[in-house]
């Protein structure tokens, strides 16, 4: 007989959370800003001004993230490296999405398996769309693209993205079972697992600790 242990475990820190939702609340206004720019001719100066400052409390965030690659734990830099056993998983992220979530959603530790190698990506795009915005008014060419250019088109990447991502946690909240939006607001995720209920004394007890490693392993196996 089979029976389900849940574990709640500390997955993600409060500074990378601060990070976290510092760059969240900033992006949407930055596009919601945008957006009044274009739209709101009587209080453009007042949208600019809210627009540029909104950006350099994103780079201060962007900032912390960047550093907190280099501390151990989830925000680390390796943590985006992929490991072998998470390559079955991207797969089969990949088919709960094409199947519009009626594939089984694997489980995982900290960082989607499927966006491990887009994070890097979007943190990339993100500083240099920051950066042109800074260079917004300024002569520099980049790639033949000016800097009115190589914003535009970098902050369109960041609404695709906000959009997919938005929509993808909706459906992980509705067909999983980790709490991965309350992970972001108090760093903890559950994790169940299913062990056999013999007489070798494989299940786990209220009381038993577990590796995080081994959750790693284990929650990659799912």
């Known amino acids: 007989m089979q029976q389900e242990n849940i574990r709640y475990v500390l997955v993600w820190s409060g500074w990378l959370r601060l990070s976290h939702w510092i760059i969240a609340g900033g992006v949407l206004f930055q596009i919601t800003s945008a957006w009044a720019l274009e739209h709101d001719e009587a209080n453009a100066a007042y949208w600019l001004d809210w627009h540029l400052i909104s950006g350099q409390i994103i780079l201060l965030a962007?900032?912390?993230?960047?550093?907190?690659?280099?501390?151990?734990?989830?925000?680390?830099?390796?943590?985006?490296?992929p490991e072998r056993s998470q390559f079955q998983a991207m797969i089969q992220m990949l088919k709960f999405y094409l199947s519009l979530a009626r594939f089984p959603l694997p489980n995982w530790y900290a960082h989607n398996p499927l966006w491990l190698p887009v994070y890097p990506v979007f943190y990339v795009v993100l500083a240099g769309c920051l950066i042109s915005g800074l260079l917004y008014n300024s002569a520099h060419i980049f790639f033949g693209s000016s800097m009115v250019e190589?914003?535009?088109?970098?902050?369109?990447?960041?609404?695709?993205?906000?959009?997919?991502?938005?929509?993808?946690?909706?459906?992980?909240?509705?067909?999983?079972?980790?709490?991965y939006v309350s992970a972001m607001v108090n760093g903890f995720r559950y994790f169940h697992y299913t062990g056999l209920n013999d007489k070798g004394g494989s299940n786990f007890s209220a009381k038993q600790s577990i590796s995080v490693e081994s959750i790693k392993n284990q929650s990659a196996d799912k």
């Open 150 to 179: 190589l914003h535009g088109a970098l902050a369109g990447l960041i609404v695709v993205f906000s959009i997919f991502h938005i929509a993808t946690v909706f459906l992980h909240e509705l067909k999983g079972k980790g709490a």
């Open 62 to 81: 962007l900032a912390l993230r960047v550093i907190l690659l280099f501390f151990p734990g989830s925000s680390n830099w390796r943590a985006f490296i």
